[in-house]
């Protein structure tokens, strides 16, 4: 066979070399609540941030008293941004705080700036790390919430947790990898093992601190893609 003959083998190979090699955006991003009392949003946003996630509610009863402030303020500089929820599984059903979630700034719409609410999955501060709930309980009460917010506004919420947490409140399911978009804590420098049902992350929070507020989120993609999410 002639050289010339390999020559589209070649390209081809090199095409696939340098797609590999090309390193992607990897956006920035911050996530905040009301221990972050005042967030300058424009100096983040200049910092060469491009998303924040900000705290909106937790349980049924409790309202970020920061939620409408920092709001309107992420979406005044440009960043594009979604609310959180704090799981309290033992206190009442999924669905029930997925409805306060959405009444309280966990809404989403399709106008390419909104992330699809969050459902912040770890430990209460107060301890109990599961909230008294068996794996199997603590899998259909994710399910209950899932459910009734993608019922409302057809994406389904980012599921934020540790992998720890996940293994051992969950059982380690594999049943949101389909769905869920993940959200993983590891303060590292490595992302780690994931939950079972992932084969990537969409966000990492990598630092509980850093040079902006708040934790230290990078998205795995490209700002493109990150619009992409914030169009379901």
Known sequence: MKLTSFLP?????????????????NPKGIDVSHYQS??????????????????????TTYIDPKFNTHYPAATKAGLIRGGYHFARPGSSSGAAQAKFFLAHGGGWSKDGITLPGAL????????????????????SWIKDFSNTYHSSTGVYPVLYTTTSWWKSCTGNSASFGSTNPL??????SSIGTLPAGWSYTT???????????GDQDLFNGDLAGLKRLALG
């Open 120 to 139: 912040d999955l770890e430990a209460p501060p107060s301890g109990g790390q599961c909230y008294g709930l068996s794996a199997s309980a603590m899998v």
């Open 38 to 59: 005042s967030v300058d949003f424009v100096k983040v946003k200049n910092n060469g941030l491009s998303f924040v996630y900000i705290k909106a509610t937790e349980g």
């Open 9 to 25: 083998l070649l390209l081809s190979a090199a095409s696939l070399v340098g797609a590999t090699l090309v390193k992607r955006a």
């Open 203 to 213: 966000f990492w929070q990598y630092a509980d601190s850093g040079p902006n507020p």
């Open 183 to 188: 959200w993983i804590a590891r303060w590292a």
